[in-house]
């Protein structure tokens, strides 16, 4: 059973850019939330997103966006990048939301956004 | 928003030896959950407890969900090798994860 990809691995952006990062759920997984992870704040919640529609969101600027597609394929964007979005951009997957059930998340490896 | 404070920050350890971690919260959690992260990879499910009260082991590892429900332990027994990493305490709230800042768990052979 393939586990939750993400792609792509690492990635080197320039202040100013724009960036996608991709993950694709465990098959069946209907809900995919996505989390920054970085040194000095730990892991923070960016939203999460439930047969297409954003069902939660964290605490982070307008220029992080999402979707999620009909096959629960999910994308971020990251418009306008500053040298403070440099982290490691987690997704989880799950069969359902958060509030709904206590079903686990699997996360996936993750991609490396190094802005530079 | 809702925090969690988890300690140690780090832990240098024997091999052979038991390790404790904790969390606490401010906030009440339906669900805790503990982690472990290891280089280069995502954060790995250990132990997921759903009761107040609640004692869960996993092999080696055994954690408890605080009768308050405002905290957590995760106790690692006769620890190996393969136990370094960071471990991370999260916990359930309505809508989301929060998670622990983690424990660096070091382990001399």
């Known amino acids: 059973k393939a586990g939750v990809t993400q792609t792509p691995r690492y990635l080197i952006k320039t202040r100013g850019q724009q960036v996608t990062l991709s993950c694709s759920p465990i098959?069946?997984?209907?809900?995919v939330s996505w989390y920054q992870q970085t040194p000095g704040q730990g892991l923070q919640f960016l939203f999460e997103?439930?047969?297409?529609?954003?069902?939660n969101k964290g605490n982070f600027p307008g220029r992080f966006s999402g979707r999620q597609f009909s096959n629960s394929r999910s994308e971020m964007n990251v418009s306008t990048l500053e040298l403070g979005d440099s982290a490691l951009y987690l997704c989880?997957?799950?069969?359902?939301?958060?509030?709904?059930?206590?079903?686990?998340?699997?996360f996936g490896s993750g991609t490396r956004l190094t802005v530079v | 928003g809702q925090q969690l404070n988890q300690s140690p920050q780090s832990m240098f350890i024997q091999e052979g030896e038991d390790v404790s971690m904790n969390c606490t919260s401010s906030?009440?959690?339906?669900?805790w959950l503990w982690y472990k992260q290891e280089p280069g990879e995502g954060p790995v499910l250990l132990i997921a407890?759903?009761?107040?009260?609640e004692l869960t082991s996993n092999g080696r590892l055994t954690a408890q969900f605080g009768i308050t429900r405002k905290d957590s332990f995760l106790n690692i027994s006769a620890s190996i090798p393969s136990d370094v990493g960071i471990y991370f305490c999260?916990?359930?709230?309505?809508?989301?994860?929060?998670f622990g800042q983690g424990t660096r768990l070091t382990i001399n052979p």
């Open positions: 999260a916990g359930q709230g309505a809508q989301k994860l929060v």
């Open positions: 407890l759903y009761k107040a009260g």
């Open positions: 098959s069946g997984h209907r809900s």
């Open positions: 989880a997957s799950s069969l359902a939301l958060w509030a709904d059930t206590n079903y686990g998340y699997t």
């Open positions: 997103y439930f047969s297409e529609t954003q069902r």
């Open positions: 906030s009440i959690f339906n669900t």
